[in-house]
């Protein structure tokens, strides 16, 4: 942002901000999230009227025009004003001119130009790029830049040139553990158009569900999925939804383990004799298909066959990850041959069946994609290696030649805070290290949305807002890394994000008042917010998951992360300024013991709530008595602070699969209470 004397209004849009408690970001118009690489603003503003229309000139597909259309559309549903969405060819009477250099890819690759130029002046905004799809990452940085200030809507006259830090930033949505029907996968990637994500990894197969028609060995999706499967027509709609909005699709096929819901059909390609069913349980399993046979690889080669049909993406992600080996070391016949082979244990003839593997995709022109457990010094250099136990093993990867993507630190389904997903960079930590030339093997990265504990009701809840934190972690310059800036652009974002129909926010107020039965779920609501769930890894050791178990309880009602308990926090760490606030949330919270214990009476469901609330409010109790300590600013006696120490100490503990998390926050105000400051 270049520093610059402001102008009497801008002054009062600084003066305006700062009221509303929006702070000084939004009176400087910037609310992109990610942020561009470079932004110079300038003085004024182009304003948005009814009559703005977008003018399309030099290269033009249909993708441009209909990307033109959304564009109006959008803006006249964010501004309520009627539009005319028809591009014109005449840039005078357009708000918008489009300029397009030339057509991209046939297939969107790692390779496609994504870089444009947004120019925008008092009279006209001009978006320049050398392909469609920098053309649609401008068009989202437009759409986000408009604002309603005191004039109506506008947006800030400004000059952004901007490009991707990392050219593969993904969302991945595992839809087997978890059926997640069509419109969902179709709003998420709007959601990631929006935030300039460009690849959909879609995790189709596990042993909980197979999950796309088969036309060659139909009893796939017959048998392997209870009937959840997208049609080959449905595969074909959201791969051509996704070219509309610059996104390539990775397909899925998690091989050789993750494989039960493939051997219902065909147990013949299973290492133990069937017959299989759904698999039900979560978390590893033992089936695997067998690397030894023939066939195996003659089924693979025609379901590849078929599938590259499909999915036009030059990568092809066969999973690989968690083989336990057990099935194998139990198979006789195979402990044979892993012996004739010279193989010392199940790595080794996972990496054979990897380099059989391999031909078949060159075969069809398709590159090898993997987790960690795939990388082995047979395999050529142009494979790469998805990480998920750590940036460490990425860094290793990018020494020995390979090229890599991150998810580590991106897994959404363990229910951090965005800001944990924003502090942590493909090229930092164990990558930190690295050559230059090694640092270039590191695509970038995906968050990862795996669906043991997250079904159809609550995923875009644990996709957004978190997945755009990491989205301008992999877009952004690295030094763009204010943690409190990203979440009041992550802010604007998700209010964004719910006009263009995800359900991100409307999930939790739609499950919490099924959760209230005929009671108020604004008493829901309030205690939602000193709460968050527990990682999902963690609560499927405490509690005996099935792919079938309903998701219907607090712990899936309420969001990832509590804005309240953050901005208490925020507010006690600032405690003399805020002491009424503080009291009022405070007060709130104590009021939830009481009121949950009358609406369990009209909803089971609460049951395991009642003390989960209680405990709420004896922790907002212990933060009053604090406050009262504080305003008489005379130190806490040390009985009590060490009696509500103890109490927060068992109120940190997690209840009903969730966490107090206003816990520290209140630990700070004893901490002062005791200090008697
Ligand atoms: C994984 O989390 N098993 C890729």
Redesign the pocket.
């Known amino acids: 942002m270049r520093i610059r004397t402001l102008g009497s209004r801008e002054f009062a849009w600084v003066l305006m901000g700062a009221l509303v408690g929006m702070g000084p970001l939004w009176a400087q118009g910037d609310n992109l999230l990610p942020q561009p690489a470079k932004t110079a603003r300038q003085e004024g503003r182009l304003a948005i009227a009814g009559s703005f229309r977008v003018a399309l000139q030099g290269y033009v597909e249909p993708r441009l025009r209909a990307a033109g259309i959304r564009l109006v559309d959008r803006l006249a549903q964010q501004t309520g004003i009627p539009m005319d969405s028809a591009p014109l060819t005449d840039p005078a009477q357009a708000t918008l001119v489009v300029r397009c250099d030339h057509a991209g890819e046939a297939v969107q690759s790692l390779r496609e130009d994504e870089s444009y130029r947004l120019e925008i002046t008092s009279r006209q905004a001009r978006l320049e790029a050398a392909t469609p799809v920098g053309v649609l990452r401008g068009m989202e940085t437009f759409l986000q830049s408009v604002r309603l200030d005191q004039d109506g809507f506008g947006v800030p006259a400004m000059t952004i040139d901007d490009k991707p830090r990392f050219p593969w930033r993904g969302l991945m949505i595992d839809v087997s553990r978890r059926w997640i029907p069509l419109p969902i996968i179709l709003r998420n990637l709007d959601a990631m158009a929006a935030v300039k994500l460009n690849v959909l990894h879609w995790h189709l197969t596990d042993d909980q569900g197979f999950r796309v028609e088969s036309l060659r060995f139909p009893k796939l999706h017959q048998m392997g999925s209870d009937g959840f499967y997208y049609t080959q027509q449905e595969i074909r709609d959201v791969v051509a939804y996704a070219r509309e909005r610059g996104i390539r699709v990775v397909p899925e096929f998690d091989v050789p383990g993750h494989i039960t819901s493939w051997l219902v059909g065909y147990p013949e390609l299973a290492s133990r004799p069937g017959p299989y069913t759904v698999d039900r349980a979560l978390g590893i399993r033992d089936p695997a298909l067998d690397p030894t046979r023939d066939e195996v690889y003659a089924f693979l080669d025609a379901f590849i066959g078929e599938m590259v049909q499909l999915f036009p993406d030059e990568y092809f992600h066969i999973g690989g990850?968690?083989v336990t080996g057990r099935d194998w070391r139990e198979n006789p016949r195979i402990q044979g041959f892993m012996r004739e082979h010279g193989m010392k244990d199940h790595r080794d003839l996972q990496a054979y069946f990897n380099q059989r593997l391999l031909p078949i995709l060159q075969k069809y022109e398709r590159k090898m994609v993997g987790?960690d457990e795939i990388l082995h010094p047979d395999l050529p250099k142009d494979i790469v290696v998805h990480s998920?136990r750590g940036q460490r093993s990425l860094a290793e990867a990018a020494r020995h030649g390979y090229m890599g993507i991150l998810s580590t630190g991106y897994y959404l389904d363990l229910m951090q805070p965005a800001s944990l997903h924003y502090g942590v960079d493909p090229l930092g930590d164990g990558a930190a290290g690295l050559s230059e030339s090694e640092q270039a093997r590191i695509l970038g990265g995906e968050a990862c949305v795996?669906t043991e504990n997250i079904d159809m009701e609550n995923i875009d809840a644990a996709d957004w807002p978190r997945s755009a934190a990491m989205a301008e972690r992999l877009w952004s310059p690295a030094q763009v890394k204010d943690v409190d800036s990203m979440y009041r652009r992550l802010e604007v974002v998700s209010r964004q994000l719910e006009w263009m129909g995800l359900t991100h926010r409307s999930s939790s107020r739609l499950m919490l008042e099924r959760l209230a039965g005929d009671g108020d779920p604004a008493t829901l609501r309030r205690l939602a917010g000193a709460l968050a769930p527990l990682n999902c890894d963690v609560r499927r050791r405490v509690h005996p998951y099935t792919s079938l178990t309903p998701l219907n309880r607090l712990v899936d009602a309420i969001p990832p992360e509590s804005d309240a308990a953050r901005e208490f926090d925020h507010l006690v760490k600032h405690w003399p300024a805020n002491q009424a606030k503080i009291r009022e949330q405070l007060s709130q919270w104590k009021q939830v013991g009481a009121e949950v214990a009358q609406l369990v009476h009209g909803s089971a469901l609460l049951q395991e709530d009642v003390p989960v609330a209680a405990s709420v409010s004896a922790v907002a109790e212990a933060g009053l008595q604090a406050l009262d300590y504080l305003e008489h600013a005379k130190p806490a006696p040390k009985a009590w602070v060490a009696e509500q120490t103890a109490l927060l100490d068992r109120a940190g503990k997690p209840q009903a699969e969730m966490w107090i998390v206003i816990v520290p926050s209140v630990r700070k105000l004893l901490q002062a209470a005791g200090a008697g400051k």
């Open positions: 990850d968690e987790w998920w795996w």
